[in-house]
């Protein structure tokens, strides 16, 4: 089980390049302390506009303990905590299990921007969601996406949720994609679905510092 944790940070006003600088140095961090990969964005869009997030992964729960042990206790982190004036603040922290991967063994080389959707699950309609989040990955893939990936929620969030990652190495290709994906089987299929298995908690695009 590959586990994803996503730190999401609010920067003070006015201080968006050092908490951006902050940011860098928590991404740094991370892969210091053994993260298997690590990537910090902004958030473009939604009611979060503006907002830093940090990605980590890790090979499962326990990995991620020994990761999160050896950050905390690292003299960078207590350099960063010993700030009485920080630059941004942590808001949320999201854990959740990446179920799908549309691209095998892909890398981060190369993106530049992505899109994020958070859906709540109905209750009963998880493996329905599921299904549909995995046709839909694949179906952006096909539309020019780099990479897509399913996550489910383990803690962090009100409830049960999971969420479709994009990424994209260029605008162009985000443009395109965008347009392409609604004549796509899975999205006709969403549209006209009448028996909803998720409602929609987050719809943004992020683009990577």
């Known amino acids: 089980m590959t586990v994803l944790s996503t730190l999401v940070f609010k920067p003070a006003n006015g201080r968006i390049a050092d908490a951006i600088e902050n940011l860098k140095t928590v991404e740094k961090l991370a892969i210091d302390s053994g993260a298997t990969r690590a990537a910090s964005s902004r958030v473009l869009t939604g009611p979060a506009v503006g907002n830093l997030q940090m990605r980590m992964f890790t090979e499962d729960l326990e990995h991620l303990g020994e990761v999160s042990n050896a950050m905390y206790a690292s003299d960078v982190m207590a350099t960063l905590n010993s700030n009485d004036s920080p630059p941004s603040e942590l808001v949320n922290l999201i854990r959740s299990d990446v179920t799908h991967r549309s691209v095998e063994g892909a890398t981060a080389d190369g993106i530049t921007v992505g ?39 383990i803690s962090g969030t009100a409830g049960p949720a999971m969420f479709l990652t994009t990424f994209f190495t260029n605008y162009a290709d985000l443009g395109r994609a965008t347009t392409d994906i609604r004549s796509t089987k899975p999205m ?16 943004f695009h992020m683009s990577r510092l």
Do not use: Y
């Open 188 to 203: 006709q299929a969403t549209r006209s679905s009448t028996s909803p298995s998720g409602t929609i908690m987050a719809n």
């Open 115 to 153: 899109s994020v959707v958070g859906l709540q699950v109905h209750p009963g309609m998880g493996e329905v969601l599921h299904a549909r989040m995995v046709d839909m990955a694949d179906a952006w893939v096909e539309v020019g996406a780099a990479q897509a990936l399913v996550t489910a929620s």
